[in-house]
Nanobody, 124 residues
Framework: QVRLVESGGGLVQAGGSLRLSCAAS???????MGWFCKAPGKSREFVAA????????SYADSVKGRFTISRDNAENTIYLQMNNLKPEDTAVYSC??????????????????WGQGTQVTVSS
C-alpha cells in the first residue's frame, strides 16, 4: 500500500514562492510521481512529473521556467518549488504515483495513488 501526504501550501502574493512537499510511504521504488492542480470549475491538470529512478523531469508549458520538481530518495519525498507565482496558479495541488502507466504521465487517470491535496492561493 502507498500513502502520499502533501504539505507546504498557503497564501502568497503574486511573484512570490512556495515549496510543496509530498512524503511517500510504501512501495515507491521505480514508480513515477506527478504533481497535478485543480482550480474551481476546472478539471485536474498536469503540472510536473519525475521518476524515483532517473533524473528526467517533465513540466506543463504553463509552469516551465517557474516550477521545479525534485526528489529526495533517502527521505522518500518529492518537492515542487514554485517561483514567480501568478493568480492563475491558484488551485489545490495534489501529488500522485503510478507504478505502471509511465507513458501517460500527464494524464491523471494514469495514476493509481493520490494524496489529499494542499491549497495554493496566489493574490494579485
Amino acid at each position: 500500500q502507498v500513502r502520499l501526504v502533501e504539505s507546504g501550501g498557503g497564501l502568497v502574493q503574486a511573484g512570490g514562492s512556495l515549496r510543496l512537499s509530498c512524503a511517500a510511504s510504501g512501495r515507491t521504488f521505480s514508480s513515477m510521481m506527478g504533481w497535478f492542480c485543480k482550480a474551481p470549475g476546472k478539471s485536474r491538470e498536469f503540472v510536473a512529473a519525475i521518476r524515483w529512478s532517473d533524473p528526467n523531469t517533465s513540466y506543463a508549458d504553463s509552469v516551465k521556467g517557474r516550477f521545479t520538481i525534485s526528489r529526495d530518495n533517502a527521505e522518500n519525498t518529492i518537492y515542487l518549488q514554485m517561483n514567480n507565482l501568478k493568480p492563475e496558479d491558484t488551485a489545490v495541488y495534489s501529488c500522485a504515483l503510478t507504478t505502471t502507466n509511465y507513458a501517460n504521465y500527464y494524464n491523471p487517470s494514469a495514476y493509481n495513488y493520490w494524496g489529499q491535496g494542499t491549497q495554493v492561493t496566489v493574490s494579485s
